[in-house]
């Protein structure tokens, strides 16, 4: 029924409770696309402020990204399931996981819900409210 199943990884062990759904609905010739999407923390800066923040290297926070997603891809393929992985840099994560459903004809997205609310939510967003409201395919999300 789904072909290409996209979830989304932060890296954290919340996150990865959705690759126990995507396996379930995961046939034989189903792929499951693991995802992360590194963005680089923006400096404030304001004039009465002197700060210096070390350099970030994009290059090395994608292999750190791409080493996390092959190792979570090994375990998969052990299982006899096929996987592939990718990794993006977007500074809106919401947007590259839209983005990336639609040019790479994802069938369906599960994602792990952080469960943000309050203060918190207005503050950092949420991005699986922006992927259920933006996503061209179905969305499963897995409560944290």
């Known amino acids: 029924m ?3 199943i996209l979830v989304p990884l932060d890296g954290s062990s919340l996150a990865e409770n959705a690759l126990t759904q995507a396996k379930n609905v995961c046939e034989q010739t189903s792929e ?3 995802l992360q999407v590194i963005h680089l923390p923006v400096p404030i800066m304001t004039p009465d402020l002197n700060m210096s923040l070390p350099a970030i290297d994009s290059e090395e926070l994608r292999a750190e990204a791409l080493s996390y997603l092959q190792s979570v891809a090994d375990q998969l393929t052990a299982e006899g399931l096929q996987v592939s992985v990718d990794v993006v840099e977007e500074d809106n994560v919401a ?3 839209i983005d990336y459903a639609k040019e790479h004809s994802i069938d369906l997205i599960v994602q792990s819900t952080h469960g ?3 203060f918190s939510r207005l503050v950092f967003g949420s991005v699986s409210e922006d992927v259920l409201r ?3 395919c179905p969305v ?3 409560r944290s």
């Open 116 to 118: 943000r609310g309050g």
């Open 140 to 142: 499963m999300f897995i």
């Open 32 to 34: 499951i696309v693991l």
């Open 134 to 136: 933006k996503t061209p």
């Open 2 to 4: 789904y072909k290409r």
């Open 95 to 97: 947007d590259a996981i």
